[in-house]
Nanobody, 123 residues
Framework: QVQLVESGGGSVQTGGSLRLSCAASGRTISTYAMGWFRQAPGKEREFVAA????????DYADSVKGRFTISRDNAKNTVYLQMNSLKPEDTAVYSC????????????????WGQGTQVTVSS
């Protein structure tokens, strides 16, 4: 079992930055691909970014390319999402997820999920 806990969410103004962290416990995530997803009120959960188990490969949703960066520190069992140039449409609950396979962009591909952290961007 892998337990995931997100942190770093908050409220910022348009153009601001936040860094989300996803701390894993119960098992090392060094062999897991990790992803970040978000869900805004009234909308389905959507893919944001993913990173391979060694951090060599990454993938991003078109809406965040050039603004968000996913990274990981396997020694700390932690994954990060650096979010810059935030927009109101980035407002959502952000969750991290783990899968013991290649990186993926679909929610159904991930085995473990955190509870999420709220990000609110005001105009």
């Amino acid at each position: 079992q892998v337990q995931l806990v997100e942190s770093g969410g908050g409220s910022v103004q348009t153009g601001g930055s936040l860094r989300l962290s996803c701390a894993a416990s119960g098992r090392t995530i060094s062999t897991y691909a990790m992803g970040w997803f978000r869900q805004a009120p009234g909308k389905e959960r959507e893919f944001v970014a993913a990173i391979s188990w060694r951090g060599v490969s990454t993938d991003y949703a078109d809406s965040v390319k050039g603004r968000f960066t996913i990274s990981r520190d396997n020694a700390k069992n932690t994954v990060y999402l650096q979010m810059n140039s935030l927009k109101p449409e980035d407002t959502a609950v952000y969750s991290c997820a783990a899968r013991q396979s290649y990186i993926g962009a679909r929610t159904g591909e991930y085995e473990y999920w955190g509870q999420g952290t709220q990000v609110t961007v005001s105009s």
